[in-house]
């Protein structure tokens, strides 16, 4: 049975170590910190945290909750890859991934938003609509429900369902949350953060104080194409979205990636892989080519391996760095552009 908090300040998987004081109107400030690294750790009853006086873990247990969502449904695909059904307090459901890269580093791939409202027509997610924005404990505990069930994580990619950029304060609070330095510590240079290219967003991004890395889902160049495939370019076209990415170049000196969903007999032409070309002159980026991962509702197909090779060949050979993403978790609707898929 979920715990029917709802309150932000009575869910302390959400809150740093100066708001857990405060909201638990504790007499002893160092308890909090001691809280806090318990919820870092994994700790989900305030009866689990020995060195906190037990009529103040008993008080705790009375008004407050750790967390107030659960992970209902673990799905794990022949490759590694894992997928957690988490159940929230409202019963809404999220999706969130564990992946692993060429070297066995474990990433949480982790939803911002149930549902997504970006409407990108290749992606079963943006097939669902948006019900709502995500409270930070809910993104924290999706990463702290995956370190549970499969060991620490290495790094942490806002790259699930929903928008990221529509929801950058929990988002703020969550990286807030997770680099503190007394709890789970993670590296600003594990975070990475995956918009379908909101402009003002990225402006923000870049003059925030967090020190994380950010990938842009440009999938095609054409401008047309592009509006057709993912209604954001209406308002954020590409000669905008080109400026804000030189600016996250300059401002962070960090290089962004470009992630590319590459659809059969649309994007893959040579002509697209001339546009995705002019398009990167002046910009510090590697290209992601993301084989389209297959959702049955979807009217498209996936590329073979020799279109992908040619469209790769183009872009190597015009200097640019470019990555062909693994496929992975499909078998378990876990790859990208496939969560919330029905099947599964």
């Not at 160092?30 to 870092?40: E, G, L, R, T, V």
């Not at 918009?195 to 990225?202: E, W």
């Not at 960090?254 to 910009?283: H, M, P, W, Y």
Request: charge should be positive; include cysteine; glycine fraction near 8%.
């Amino acid at each position: 049975m979920l715990n029917d908090h709802t309150e932000t300040g009575k869910i302390l998987s959400g809150l740093l170590p100066e708001e857990i004081s405060a909201a638990c109107n504790l007499t002893q400030r160092f308890h909090a910190m001691q809280i806090f690294q318990w919820i870092a750790r994994g700790t989900e009853l305030f009866a689990d945290m020995t060195n906190i006086p037990l009529k103040e873990r008993e008080r705790l247990t009375q008004d407050f909750a750790v967390h107030n969502s659960r992970c209902g449904t673990v799905l794990k695909d022949p490759d590694g890859t894992v997928k957690l059904g988490i159940e929230l307090y409202d019963g809404s459901r999220i999706e969130t991934v564990l992946l692993f890269d060429k070297n066995e580093r474990k990433t949480a791939c982790v939803s911002c938003q149930v549902g997504c409202p970006m409407g990108c027509t290749f992606c079963q997610t943006g097939q669902l609509g948006c019900l709502r924005n995500l409270a930070p404990n809910e993104i924290v505990e999706q990463f702290l429900h995956l370190e549970k069930i499969c060991g620490r994580l290495d790094n942490i990619v806002f790259m699930g369902m929903g928008e990221p950029l529509l929801n950058l304060g929990a988002i703020s609070k969550t990286i807030a949350i997770l680099t503190h330095p007394k709890g789970r510590n993670l590296s600003h240079r594990r975070i990475t953060l995956s918009t379908s290219g909101i402009c003002k967003g990225i402006y923000e991004l870049a003059d925030s104080s967090f020190d994380i890395r950010l990938a842009v889902s440009l999938t095609t160049a054409d401008e047309a194409l592009r509006t057709a495939l993912m209604p954001v370019t209406k308002a954020n076209p590409l000669p905008e979205l080109k400026k804000a990415i030189r600016y996250f170049n300059e401002k962070t000196g960090k290089r962004v990636t470009l992630e590319l969903a590459l659809l059969k007999n649309i994007n893959t032409s040579l002509d697209a892989a001339k546009q995705v070309c002019a398009f990167t002159q002046g910009l510090d980026v590697h290209i992601n080519l993301i084989p389209w991962n297959p959702v049955d509702s979807l009217p498209y197909t996936t590329p073979s391996d020799s279109e992908v090779r040619t469209f790769y060949s183009y872009l190597t050979a015009a200097r640019l760095n470019v990555t062909v993403r693994q496929k992975r978790g499909r078998t378990i609707g876990g790859a990208c552009g496939q969560l919330g898929k029905k099947s599964c």
